[in-house]
């Protein structure tokens, strides 16, 4: 059974391989991925989060835990960021490997990735708002980046110190309860 990573783990700052598209030990995986996303009320996992150092992705924004038919996982294997459009906008995100804080983070509010699915036929997405966001905080997982390593050193301290707060007071994966101040880049 699958669990997740939580930060400091060094496996979250690793730089992911690519997985073979069509192979079709990626579904079993991306399922169990799934699973686990919904259980933390995440909308987006990726392979790092979970231990598996592989360029694969769980994303679900539109899942509302309320109504378990409206379970739609969009599995991407091998994303990679095309274009980014946008004034940046910052914004608070939550992250299931980084529980009990909410850090701002700056990104460009739109994104389009080319990624295979599962059956390693190749796909472009595009999206705003929570997707675009989504996607971006994702693929950032795959290059070794959490929250921590998007916001600028003062930032990075108050969130280190808020997550250790957290921590203490035994945050898990999902819990996004503790505001971080000043914006990250």
């Known amino acids: 059974m699958l669990k997740i990573v939580t930060s400091p783990d060094p496996i979250l ?10 192979d ?8 169990q991925m799934a699973h686990l996303m919904y259980k933390s009320d995440g909308c987006g996992i ?15 924004v539109d899942y509302d835990p309320a109504d378990k038919s ?3 996982p969009l599995v991407l294997v091998n994303p990679e960021i095309m274009e980014l459009k946008g004034e940046p906008e910052t914004a608070g995100e939550g992250c299931l490997s980084c529980p009990g804080v909410n850090v701002p983070i ?3 509010p739109w994104a389009r990735v080319r990624y295979y699915d599962l059956d390693g036929e190749l796909w472009e ?5 929570l997707l675009g966001r989504c996607l971006q905080h994702e693929i950032d997982h795959l290059n070794g ?19 250790d707060e957290a921590k203490a007071k035994g945050a898990r994966p999902g819990d996004t309860s503790i505001e971080v101040g000043a914006a990250c880049a």
Do not use: M, N
């Open 125 to 129: 997405i595009e999206g705003d708002g």
């Open 24 to 31: 079709r030990e990626l579904v079993r995986l991306s399922k």
């Open 70 to 72: 409206t379970q739609d």
């Open 13 to 22: 700052a690793t730089v992911c391989e690519p997985c073979t598209p069509g």
């Open 106 to 108: 700056t990104r460009q």
């Open 46 to 60: 990726a392979a790092p989060q979970v231990g598996i150092t592989k360029r694969l992705v769980v994303i679900d």
């Open 145 to 163: 980046r959490t929250l921590f390593e998007s916001c600028d050193a003062a930032t990075r301290i108050e969130a280190l110190r808020a997550y």
